[in-house]
């Protein structure tokens, strides 16, 4: 069982950064894909980044591409997304998680933390 908890969001304006944290209960570094996620209010659950278990490896949706960058540091447990250049299209809450396929597929995470709300103001 992985138990995670994310924090950092926020209100920003628009063209500001954030950056969200994800920690877990316990080491994740040997075999966990970790993901973020958002959903805005009306819309479906959407993917935003992912990363390997080794960091090496790194997906992004489009939208977010060249502005948002995901990172973890296994000996701390914890992983991040630094969000720059924020747009009032990124208002949602993201969600951090945890599953053991290399996949955008929300329905392939096992293991959730609770959403962390961010506004960007125009």
């Known amino acids: 069982q992985v138990q995670l908890v994310d924090s950092g969001g926020g209100l920003v304006q628009a063209g500001g950064s954030l950056r969200l944290s994800c920690a877990t209960s316990?080491?994740?570094?040997?075999?966990?894909?970790m993901g973020w996620f958002r959903q805005a209010p009306g819309k479906e659950r959407e993917f935003v980044a992912r990363?390997?278990?080794?960091?090496?490896?790194?997906v992004y949706a489009d939208s977010v591409k060249g502005r948002f960058t995901i990172s973890r540091d296994n000996a701390e447990s914890t992983f991040y997304l630094q969000m720059n250049s924020l747009k009032p299209e990124d208002t949602a809450v993201y969600y951090c998680?945890?599953?053991?396929?290399?996949?955008?597929?929300?329905?392939?995470?096992?293991?959730w933390g609770q959403g962390t709300q961010v506004t960007v103001s125009s």
């Open positions: 316990r080491r994740t570094g040997t075999s966990y894909t």
């Open positions: 998680a945890a599953g053991t396929r290399w996949t955008n597929s929300a329905q392939s995470y096992d293991y």
């Open positions: 990363i390997s278990w080794s960091g090496s490896n790194r």
